[in-house]
């Protein structure tokens, strides 16, 4: 017994030590992943960190996780320049949420977890920044959820791969089908929003002719990209007068679509536009009330945690979600059509499901008196 006692008194404090130093190594990861990940920057190529100002490839020293940003305060051991806090934050988040996934989950499944919160910081930073979930880390996600399932069906409480693969899969499937059908509703309803000035703005197109145009809306510009993200979307804009290649027009409505230009009397591609300017009292852009990239988030998140993680997940995230939006409002921080990343919250509602969804239910179960 006492054997059994020493054994288990060095054991436990060496998985948790080297749980913690394989998190902080991963959070190293993690932030390269956060930053090269939506600049499209290979993962592989430079295979060093470098500074993301003065290009330098970062000494061994100063590319230790924590240490190195606090030893350097948060700058460039070269060129001086700040290095974003988001590294420190995501080296120390990552090595307190294996930690917390090592606590909670036993051995094989803690694995699995790893590998999903690993995903989810990377989804967070990378949307707060953004407003985007790149394809790689969902699809990942994805990938990684259904196989982990497979090769450790203890994931989903069974025994059997091919029982924890179909568990995974009807995740999967719930957790994006029903996000996607959040989406097309909001699109539906919340699918545009309004600027009407009291009295004309000027208005122009300009850079028409290349990949991403920009519409000038009294001297703010509005992205192209963003606003096309479905072949149907359209910015209307009521212009009190306006200027098409030479030509004057007063009164006229311009629909914008991704590639041309309609009105009652044009159709032109973009590229054949050369000059446009006008006035406005009336402006209409389509907006996304869920982008697709927290849907399949959410189908990776649903290979993970199952059917069940799927419906505790989503509602939490909305209430999460809301709480922000209203407290921002009220703090002035925000306004109701300022755009708001929602993968953070499907990130929190997937990690409050890992580390203690089942005893949450339970405690509301109880309130309720089910």
Not at 29 to 47: T, V
Not at 179 to 198: D, Q, T
Not at 305 to 325: D, E, R, S
Request: hydrophobic share 50%; net charge positive; proline share 6%.
């Amino acid at each position: 017994m006492n054997d059994s006692l020493n054994f288990s008194s060095i054991t436990v404090p060496l998985y948790f030590t080297c749980v913690v130093v394989a998190g902080l190594a991963l959070g190293s990861f993690a932030g390269c992943c956060i930053y090269r990940i939506p600049r499209e920057i290979s993962l592989l190529k430079p295979a060093r960190s470098y500074c993301p100002h003065c290009g330098v490839t970062l000494k061994p020293q100063h590319n230790l996780p924590v240490i190195s940003w606090l030893l350097l305060r948060g700058r460039c051991g070269r060129c001086g320049s700040r290095i974003s806090p988001v590294y420190l934050i995501v080296e120390l988040l990552v090595p307190i949420l294996f930690l917390a996934v090592a606590l909670r989950v036993a051995w094989p499944a803690v694995i699995a977890n790893f590998g999903l919160a690993l995903l989810l910081v990377i989804a967070t930073f990378v949307d707060i920044e953004f407003f985007l979930i790149p394809d790689l880390i969902s699809i990942s996600g994805i990938v990684l959820g259904l196989l982990f399932s497979f090769c450790w069906p203890v994931l989903h409480h069974s025994d059997s791969p091919l029982a924890g693969l179909f568990l995974s899969l009807a995740g999967c499937l719930l957790g994006g089908t029903i996000l996607y059908l959040v989406s097309e509703g909001g699109k539906v309803f919340f699918g545009r929003y309004k600027i009407i000035p009291s009295s004309p703005i000027r208005f122009s197109l300009v850079d028409s002719a290349t990949e991403n145009p920009c519409l000038m809306l009294d001297g703010e510009p509005f992205d192209w990209a963003s606003h096309f993200l479905r072949s149907r979307d359209r910015i209307l804009v009521r212009a009190t007068e306006v200027t098409i290649n030479d030509e004057q027009c007063c009164n006229l409505d311009l629909c914008f679509y991704r590639d041309r230009l309609k009105t009652v009397r044009h159709d032109l591609k973009l590229e054949e536009i050369r000059e446009l300017t006008g006035r406005t009292q009336h402006a209409e852009f389509p907006r996304e009330a869920m982008g697709l990239g927290d849907v399949k988030l959410m189908a990776g998140i649903g290979a993970f945690v199952g059917w069940q993680g799927v419906l505790f997940t989503i509602p939490v995230a909305a209430f999460l979600g809301c709480i922000f939006g209203l407290s921002a409002i009220l703090l002035r921080r925000k306004s109701m059509s300022t755009r708001v990343p929602f993968g953070p919250f499907l990130s929190a509602g997937a990690v409050l499901w890992v580390l203690c969804g089942p005893e949450l239910v339970g405690v509301y179960q109880r309130l309720i008196g089910v």
